[in-house]
Nanobody, 117 residues
Framework: QVQLVESGGGLVQAGGSLRLTCTASRNIFDINGMAWYRQVPGNQRELVAD????????EYLDSVKGRFTISGDKAKNTVFLQMNSLKPEDTAVYYCFFDLGAARAYWGQGIQVTVSS
């Protein structure tokens, strides 16, 4: 069973930066895409950013464009989320996600990001 382990979360003041890292517990082949989601209690989980590993194409939630950057190292089974100019509304539990296609996917356990005003 593969586990995705997230790190880098925590408490930061508004305007600050954090870098989230997510690494698989063992090698995974054929990763089609990597992504970060976030969820606030009482709300649905939303897609923050995703990365197609074959093309390098990325997409972002409108509210984080220009502030967040997703990057990945497929060979190391690792995905990053650089978060700059953080705002209190970015406060959430962040989850990494690996899409292997054919309805196969893995989720991280979630990591708390708290931005104080």
């Amino acid at each position: 069973q593969v586990q995705l382990v997230e790190s880098g979360g925590g408490l930061v003041q508004a305007g600050g930066s954090l870098r989230l890292t997510c690494t698989a517990s063992r090698n995974i082949f054929d990763i089609n895409g990597m992504a970060w989601y976030r969820q606030v209690p009482g709300n649905q989980r939303e897609l923050v950013a995703d990365l197609l590993t074959r093309t390098g194409a990325t997409e972002y939630l409108d509210s984080v464009k220009g502030r967040f950057t997703i990057s990945g190292d497929k060979a190391k089974n690792t995905v990053f989320l650089q978060m700059n100019s953080l705002k209190p509304e970015d406060t959430a539990v962040y989850y990494c996600f690996f899409d292997l296609g054919a309805a196969r996917a893995y989720w991280g356990q979630g990591i708390q990001v708290t931005v104080s005003s």
